[in-house]
């Protein structure tokens, strides 16, 4: 039986949400959106043309599945069809956050997706974070480009763009959006430093063990250069 959540207390978790997007600068002007799934027909989402930041949950929209305005006295965010593609190919999906981190960002425009097992923390709670192909904003192209991932991964960069994550509530969905981010920044720290060293495949494997323990069944398998070299035998 899916377990969903209190409608006004949603409301108020995204604009908190909403907030620290806006505090730790994620998003800027009017960037991102966050939806919430109340029930299996019913969506919570930010609307169009608002800063992240100081939001009432008054202003937040509901919708349907389909993307049908059921109320609110604004229209949903430009990207609703983004959040929509997730929840339909993902029932285990409650909440989706969409920003613009800087560093996850720039990952973005460059085009480099986090498959490099260096971190602990990411390889349980992340796991891969790939990059979907380029999509004209505000078209049919942007939920297309996240099909691919939406089941196996908790997160993807979008190309040129910024970063999506998901999950079963709306506090996971926004700590891999933290988590991301702080992967970004140590990759970045690392150019500066020097080549990190990678955990082995049985590291690896240890790691996923973890994850599974947990619960955790989605975000794929880094590759390892141990792989690699195994391949060149």
């Known amino acids: 039986m899916n377990s969903y959540f209190d409608e006004t207390e949603i409301r108020k ?3 908190v ?5 806006y505090d730790k600068e994620f998003v800027a002007a009017n960037d991102g959106n966050i939806s919430v799934k109340i029930n299996d027909h ?10 992240k930041g100081g939001m009432i949950p008054e202003e937040l929209i509901k919708i349907d599945l389909n993307g049908k305005l059921i109320s609110g006295k604004s229209m949903p965010s430009s ?12 029932p285990e999906v409650k909440a989706v956050v969409h920003a613009h981190p800087p560093l996850a960002t720039a990952f973005a425009v460059a085009r480099i997706p986090l498959d490099r097992p260096i971190l602990s923390e990411a390889v349980v709670n992340l796991g891969v974070v790939p990059v979907a192909d380029y999509a ?7 939920p297309n480009s996240i099909v691919p991932f939406v089941k196996e991964y ?6 040129n763009h910024g970063l999506l994550t998901w999950g079963s509530d709306l506090t996971q969905a926004y700590f891999r959006m933290e988590s991301v981010e702080h992967y970004c920044k140590i990759l970045y720290y690392l150019k500066q430093i020097g080549e990190p060293k990678e ?6 494997s240890a790691l996923l063990d973890i994850r599974e323990k947990m619960g955790i069944y989605s975000g794929g398998t880094p590759s390892c250069k141990e792989d690699y070299i195994n391949t060149l035998d």
Request: net charge negative; charged share 20%; aromatic share 6%.
């Open 136 to 142: 004209l904003p505000g078209t049919d192209e942007v």
């Open 199 to 204: 955990f082995n495949f049985d590291q690896v």
């Open 42 to 51: 019913e969506i919570i989402i930010t609307p169009t043309g608002v800063s």
């Open 154 to 159: 908790n997160a993807v960069l979008l190309a």
């Open 79 to 90: 990207e609703v069809k983004m959040h929509l593609k997730v929840y339909q190919l993902n």
């Open 13 to 15: 978790d995204i604009c």
């Open 17 to 21: 949400v909403g907030q620290k997007l």
